[in-house]
């Protein structure tokens, strides 16, 4: 089954505690993306990636870092997560630039 | 950079009326304007989307318009039934060699009312 996962679903952190949250795609899709997602701000673009090794940043890139070794995966890690980085976070691939955008599950992250 | 603006932000309609949501974007350089709809609970879809040589694209009940003089694009769902109810996002984006950096609106929550 063509799928976007994201791992984990669920994560209750503190201020300052590195994550990381994993998104894999097994659609051999170049075009990756993350994105948050809060109450009235629709979705907002962190960092995307074209292919292994190139990434650049969205909006809203501060206290975010991506990596894209192989193609399948496109981490986030959070160095030192702080409380305004609580949202709901989706991963989402695409074979197109201006194709659709198939989004993982969402990962819901809440610091405190 | 690019900035979306969607209304309006809440809509209700009676099943079977038209519901129309409009954005504006700021960028003239954005070539490629997507609608997804998000379910509750649910991940975003794509329902329809429009690149800047087209002017209008219809897909059964959805269709979507765009004004590229005046910066703007609408979706229009005629005919609306009750599974029609969800968020529903526009987006903009330029589309180039560096990828895809997407610029979404803050949503449009659409209620049909049976």
């Known amino acids: 089954e063509a799928q976007v996962t994201q791992n984990p679903r669920y994560l209750i952190t503190v201020t300052g505690k590195k994550l990381t949250v994993t998104c894999s795609q097994n659609?051999?899709?170049?075009?990756m993306s993350w994105y948050r997602q809060d109450p009235g701000l629709g979705l907002r673009q962190i960092y995307y990636s074209m292919n292994v090794e190139v990434t650049d940043k969205g909006d809203v890139p501060e206290g975010y870092k991506v990596s894209r070794k192989e193609k399948r995966n496109f981490p986030l890690i959070l160095e030192s997560p702080s409380p305004n980085q609580t949202s709901l976070y989706f991963c989402?691939?695409?074979?197109?630039?201006?194709?659709?955008?198939?989004f993982g599950p969402g990962t819901r992250l809440t610091v405190t | 950079g690019e900035n979306v603006e969607q209304h309006p932000s809440t809509l209700s309609v009676q099943e079977g009326d038209s519901a129309v949501i409009k954005c504006t974007y700021s960028d003239s350089a954005s070539n490629y304007f997507p609608w997804y709809k998000q379910e509750l609970g649910k991940r975003p879809q794509l329902i329809i989307d429009i690149r800047s040589n087209v002017g209008e694209k219809k897909d059964q009940r959805i269709a979507v318009t765009l004004n590229k003089t005046a910066k703007h694009f609408s979706l229009h769902i005629t005919e609306t039934q009750p599974e029609d109810s969800a968020v529903y996002f526009c987006?903009?984006?330029?589309?180039?060699?560096?990828?895809?950096?997407?610029?979404f609106g803050p949503g449009t929550r659409l209620s049909v009312l049976p």
């Open positions: 987006a903009a984006s330029i589309i180039g060699n560096y990828g895809q950096n997407f610029v």
């Open positions: 989402a691939s695409s074979f197109l630039p201006s194709g659709e955008q198939y």
């Open positions: 659609m051999n899709h170049e075009y």
